[in-house]
């Protein structure tokens, strides 16, 4: 499908702002897409062009990013996932999650905190307790924060206030830790990249080690966003979890 001639725009209304949204309506499996730190919906822009069309497909842009409203609150992962319900419940919404990096931090609360899709696939998934507890070890995280927040502020004409909540703001209360995800029972994919210098693999595995039932594939070669380098072979693994009976939870 084509970003630009295969989507319609819109824009919910929530309690915290209006969500902007890409919508294209099939009559295949209904899949949700949440961009990473700072980016948009033009973030899936190459990987939706690998997409048939008989697929139901969304993007938003999170709460403070691209074309939905940025008001001056404290970013917390919790908050934005409750924005998401406030959009999924007015469309009645089922279906498969796909987030990536910071937007995998919101699916994965959002699905083990506030209500279960049909199916979670998280690609180079933020938010992990072992990051924060290994940068705090290294005595690095305010550095790497630091080169976080200057590298996402050149990108996107993001909104400084924003970016600054999401990155400095205190969310250890958020991080996503094996206590996150007791009693889980909702079948996930896991998607890295070999190569991510953000994240490391390691961490992928990790998280596969505090999911239940979850799955963990490694794309060789793949940065920090495998579904734009590797867009084939990342949309392969996402249909045979929707499809095989394999992936069910056990």
Excluded at 106 to 111: G, I, S
Aim: net charge negative; hydrophobic share 40%; glycine share 10%.
């Amino acid at each position: 499908m084509d970003y630009e001639k295969d989507f319609v725009e819109g824009f919910v209304k929530t309690s915290k702002g209006s969500i902007r949204f890409l919508r294209h309506t099939g009559v295949g499996k209904k899949l949700l897409f949440l961009h990473g730190l700072g980016g948009s919906t033009v973030s899936w822009k190459k990987f939706f062009s690998v997409i048939p069309k008989d697929y139901d497909v969304t993007a938003i842009d999170l709460l403070g990013h691209g074309g939905s409203d940025a008001p001056e609150i404290c970013y917390s992962v919790t908050l934005q996932a409750q924005v998401l319900d406030e959009v999924l419940n007015s469309w009645d919404w089922k279906g498969y999650i796909v987030g990536h990096s910071y937007g995998g931090w919101v699916a994965a609360t959002y699905a083990a905190r506030v209500k279960k899709p049909e199916g979670l696939v998280l690609i180079d998934s933020l938010g992990i307790d072992k990051i924060f507890k290994d940068m705090i070890a290294l005595g690095v995280e305010e550095q790497n924060k630091d080169v976080l927040f200057d590298r996402v502020m050149l990108i996107n004409s993001n909104k400084n206030h924003v970016i600054r909540s999401i990155v400095y703001d205190d969310h250890e209360s958020e991080w996503l830790r094996a206590e996150t995800f007791e009693g889980f029972a909702c079948k996930t994919l896991i998607i890295w990249g070999s190569d991510d210098v953000e994240i490391n693999e390691s961490y992928g595995k990790y998280l596969l080690e505090i999911i239940p039932g979850s799955r963990f594939v490694c794309i060789e070669g793949a940065g920090h966003s495998p579904f734009f380098t590797n867009s084939e072979e990342c949309w392969k693994l996402i249909t045979d979890f929707i499809w095989l009976p394999t992936y069910a939870i056990k």
